[in-house]
């Protein structure tokens, strides 16, 4: 393990997975990672090496056949993984928030039916709030599902699905009225309907669409999708909890771990970002000596690393505080607005150090420079966040005159 990004206070079961997924991201992601990126392939013996490792079932009760670990373990996991390659650490988050929804709000059948699966990682997990034209006013939606006898029929279009084309499992939100009177606020009646597919691109159940890729700067290699919704049925015992109208609360808890997860992301990345940037100032020479004993090199390199270091530390505060069972919305937001930020940052000092090479897709920063802007937008925008945590602080430092 390197200096940087140091987790104190980890039980022994924590060092050990974390010591495991290191090893199998150094192995197994790294060395294609790159290779894979440039073909925008899917990388499906990575994918079978975390099932083998368990990784599908990391925060998945026991006694559904997971491995019952919590946020904070699933964060570092993702941090790892994000450090071989961001675009896995996609693969597993959407799972894990429709695992996580599923644990916290649904039915005792919903459960007995899909966690064991999903700790398995024979059923995958994606969901679905964002369309076409709403980006983040998750509250304009306006795919609806409406009551008819022992069904509901979805119709509309969703947008930026990841994992849409391997999932098996969708969390879509709609709008559902049925049992809500006219003038209900809009976040008052929306419903997280569970849907399930079969794996694939084109018409994968009847009335259900999954169109195919869409074409992205990074990201690559996950399949990022658009959902429509014609006529597609879906039975009433698949309402998230059984009962309508809670889907918008039911989302916006899956998206505080999803906003861990982005933010151990962006700490996986930067993290690659400096090993790589390091690594190569103390390669390249001008003048007579590495670039690295240049004042304006080691700079750059003592920046990147309190930025590695700062992300990191808010991030782990985010994952605890939310293990502990308070609410963590304010630091999940403060981690992943900073961890997103700072990772950029840390990508574009990396590669400024690599000179001409970082624009060479030879060179593994190149990738990074094109990932790293995904997380100044994904799980909300930096904007969003800045949002969420100024309404928190007000209300944390109301003015009492």
Request: glycine content about 12%; aromatic content about 8%; proline content about 3%.
């Amino acid at each position: 393990m390197t200096r940087l990004a140091q987790t104190a206070g980890l039980n022994d079961v924590q060092q050990e997975i974390l010591s495991t997924v290191r090893a199998f991201v150094d192995k197994e992601i790294i060395p294609v990672a790159t290779q894979l990126e440039h073909r925008d392939e899917y990388p499906s013996e990575i994918v079978e090496g975390l099932k083998e490792l368990g990784l599908f079932g990391l925060m998945i009760p026991e006694e559904y056949g997971g491995l019952g670990e919590s946020l904070l373990t699933y964060a570092l996991c993702v941090e790892e993984i994000a450090r071989g390659w961001m675009s896995v650490s996609g693969i597993i988050n959407t799972h894990f928030i429709v695992a996580y929804m599923l644990k916290q709000h649904g039915t005792q059948e919903q459960k007995d039916t899909f966690l064991p699966r999903m700790a398995l990682g024979e059923v995958r997990g994606a969901f679905s709030m964002s369309e076409p034209a709403l980006g983040s006013d998750v509250a304009a939606i306006t795919s609806k599902g409406v009551k008819d006898g022992d069904e509901y029929v979805l119709n509309g279009q969703k947008m930026w699905l990841t994992n849409g084309g391997t999932s098996t499992l969708v969390a879509v939100l709609c709008r559902s009225d049925e049992g809500h009177p006219e003038g209900t606020p809009p976040h008052k009646s929306m419903t997280t309907f569970l849907v399930e597919k079969e794996p694939g691109f084109g018409e994968v159940r009847p009335g259900l669409t999954i169109p195919g890729k869409i074409d992205k700067m990074g990201y690559k290699g996950v399949d990022t999708t658009e959902l429509i919704m014609d006529g597609l049925r879906i039975p009433a015992n698949r309402v998230l909890g059984g009962t309508t109208g809670r889907g918008f609360y039911q989302m916006m808890d899956g998206v505080e771990v999803g906003r861990v997860n982005v933010a151990a992301r962006g700490c996986g990345v930067a993290q690659r970002a400096f090993e790589l940037g390091v690594s190569y100032a103390q390669q390249r020479h001008t003048f007579g000596k590495p670039i690295a004993q240049h004042q304006a090199i080691q700079f750059k390199l003592a920046e990147m690393a309190t930025k590695v270091e700062a992300a990191h530390a808010m991030m782990v505060n985010a994952a605890r505080k939310k293990d502990s069972g308070e609410r963590n919305d304010l630091e999940a937001g403060m981690a992943k607005y900073l961890a997103s930020e700072y990772c950029k940052e840390v990508v574009e000092d990396a590669f400024r150090i690599h000179g001409g090479y970082g624009f060479s897709k030879e060179y593994e920063i190149e990738r990074l420079y094109r990932e790293a802007p995904m997380l100044l937008i994904g799980e909300g925008t930096a904007e969003i966040q800045k949002m969420i945590i100024g309404r928190r602080l007000l209300e944390e430092y109301r003015f009492q005159g």
